[in-house]
């Protein structure tokens, strides 16, 4: 087998010597792979990058690239792409000379440089802007100008500290695309930093997410939403009905559930009937009517209506549940309704235990 | 009616003018002090440099053209040019490792920058006769050493020292200013682009800390222009600074008007030079 293109090898991170801001996070990634680092704020995943980037050196373990360690290696001979959330664009330089400031450093004559500076900005669509000052830009300009910056000396990778984070909602989705774009045509490895979950969904081909200074799930988008190893990631990754639940045949896959009742659930036959598990349902796979597997009552506490979907809250015997039902079916529902819905087995999943098949 | 829709504008227009009125009376007493103890004597001395002890130009004919007053200017110039230079290739370093400091660590820092600041002046002059004289422990260090060397005090080595010593904080305070507001991203985004760390300074640090320094250099040259006490006691005597003349002018020869006309030139100087820092970057900007 041969070496990964990236490897984190138990990175570890304490600023006071006892206190562990980080601690034995474990990492390979292949060329080309698109990356999210998923966490809430102090979770770890800046602290990771900084460390990859070579602003902190780690406490702890060791980071490399095609087999060869960059631990050691001062950050300006890393050859590593950075976009910073605030983009870190040098004020005083237009916007070209900000792009050919890395080529600039690597002895490259002043007049290559520009050349490649100015196709680079064509690159992210801003070839008219090469003459532009920062502060003369919109904050969607700025950011294009800072991720031309970090590709244009081909970095061996491609950092990103929460570059959309400053941008508005339409913006932000725009520039998901155009990111995920370029970063595709380039091939770059990238490792993005968000705690948009949403974001992290839209872009990566995997996520890590993070927590409390560790690795808590590593996998494909759709694998973590489907089935996360914890309630932590559970509950960051998409909305969530996490369900507490008693066991009663663990082979054939039955459980009980408070207010609900006997429910079927994924087959867990290395479990012991009794067991208190948590069963992870996402509102959106609860159906109206009865016609799936598994049927609850909800009584309708609160229903906002988004236009395209509308969300349902409220509650079965006593166990709160969310619905996300789609906008025509949830037109006319109010608050104290009672409205049966029914779920499929397969789209449950028993958080913490590997997913059956 | 049309009284009615009148009357409002009338007073709308009027009552502005009464309230803009009273900053200005709170400004007087401080404008009577400035009139009666800055501005009407200086007005006299600017009398006195035309009129002692008779009517004409001659003071201001002899400064031009005598040979001593002109070298007073260019070593007063020279100077306070050598001065400034010190102290921003003094307080740059210092500066920089403010900015670059914890808050608490800066705010150490600048207490002990500024720590001279509350010593008083005379001391610190003093001061420097007891660690530049002849039996000092400088020139004891020197001589344990090994390393030939002159006379220490009364020289424009030993004036130059001490009043770079009493202007770097004008100097630190000016950069600090400049150097604090650089983002930190800025150098980490630059060493993530290649740049070594000199190449951080010199393409980014120095570019964006440019207005501190200018602001450093004109502040310390106008001040050291104008320093009397310093020159005088650690100064070499054949290479006297302006201030120092004309004291010299009023206490041993009661020479008024060679005196005033002196001042008015070292004053006319130091407001060329700020007038030309205002036309280049606005004087609101000088002190931070």
Known sequence: MSAPYLELRGLGKSYDGRTRALDNVSLTAAKGEFITFLGPSGSGKTTTLMLVAGFESASEGDILIEGRSIGRVPPHKRGIGVVFQNYALFPHRAAAENVAFPLLMRKMPKAQAMAKAAEMLGLVGLERFGGRYPREMSGGQQQRVALARALVFDPALLLLDEPLGALDKNLREQMQIEIKAVQRRLGVTTIFVTHDQSEAMAMSDRIVVFDGGRIQQVGAPLDIYRYPSSSFVARFVGDSNILAARLTDPAGGQAEIAGIGTVRVPALPAARAGDAIELLLRPECLKPGSGLDNAARLTVDVIVHFGDSALVTGHAG??????????????????????????????????GRDAAG | MDEAAGSPAVSRRIAPQRASLRPWLLLMPLLVFLAAFFLVPLAQVAMMSVTEPEFGFGHYASIATDGF??????????????????????????????????????????IVVTMSFWTSFLVRTYAWMVLLGRSGPIAALLDW????????????????????????????????????????????????????????LRHVVLPLAAPGVVNGLTLVFVLCLGFYVTPILLGSPREQMVAGVIGQQIEEFLNFGEASALAVVLLASTLIVLGLYHRRFGLDKLWG
Not at chain 2, 75 to 91: E, I, K, Q, S, Y
Not at chain 2, 159 to 165: G, L, R, V
Request: overall charge positive; some cysteine; hydrophobic content about 50%.
């Open chain 2, 145 to 200: 050493i090994g390393l030939p060397h002159g006379e220490l005090l009364f020289t424009r080595f030993s004036s130059t020292i001490a009043m770079t010593h009493i202007l770097l904080p004008y100097m630190v305070v000016s950069l600090y200013a400049v150097l604090r507001k650089i983002e930190p991203s800025l150098l980490r985004s630059a060493a993530s682009l290649g740049a070594s760390p000199t190449s951080v």
């Open chain 2, 69 to 110: 007053y002109l070298r007073v200017l260019a070593d007063t110039f020279a100077t306070a040019l050598l001065v400034a230079t010190c102290c921003l290739v003094l307080g740059f370093p210092l500066a920089y490792a403010m900015a670059a400091a914890s808050p608490n660590m800066a705010a150490a820092m600048m």
């Open chain 1, 318 to 351: 006593g166990t709160p549940l969310r619905a996300r039902l789609e906008g025509l079916a949830a037109q006319g529902i109010s608050a104290g309704d009672t409205l049966p819905l029914s779920w499929a087995t397969s789209s449950s999943h028993v958080i």
